[in-house]
């Protein structure tokens, strides 16, 4: 369990980070989440016509990572439910459910960063530690 809950910090703090990245991105282009905020701040126009499109291309940055990383997170957390009652070993427990969030961060990193060859390799380790994961429960039930 303790290795769980820090993986689920890892998350908490990955999905933190991108929230507020993605408020300071709207704040500093005066892009707002809808349109009460919008009124709220003495602006009538549309979001968009108002907004530079380095800003709109930010915030979408910020969303796309956003999307990304709550997608695949649905699937660890389904695999990891899964795995942890198979009893792996404590190595391989270590290995495919700390990779991810390590993963994941780093993925958040270069995306914001726009490292788009150092994001391809977190995207690949979050994919490994899936199907890490995955292919341990397929052989554990074929074994049996």
Known sequence: MGLISFA????????????TATEITRNRFKIF????????SGRERSERSESSEEGVFEVERCLNTHRNTTENIVYYIFL???FSLSSPSQF???LWIL????A???YTYSYFSG????????????????YGMTNYLVFSFLLR
């Open 8 to 19: 689920a910090i890892l998350l908490v703090v990955n999905h933190s980070w991108i929230m």
């Open 92 to 94: 391989t427990a270590w």
């Open 104 to 106: 994941r961060l780093g």
């Open 80 to 82: 990891v439910m899964v």
């Open 99 to 102: 990779m991810f969030p390590i």
């Open 33 to 40: 989440a809808s349109p009460e905020e919008r009124l709220s």
């Open 115 to 130: 490292n788009d060859n150092v994001r391809g390799v977190f995207m690949s380790l979050t994919l490994m530690s899936i």
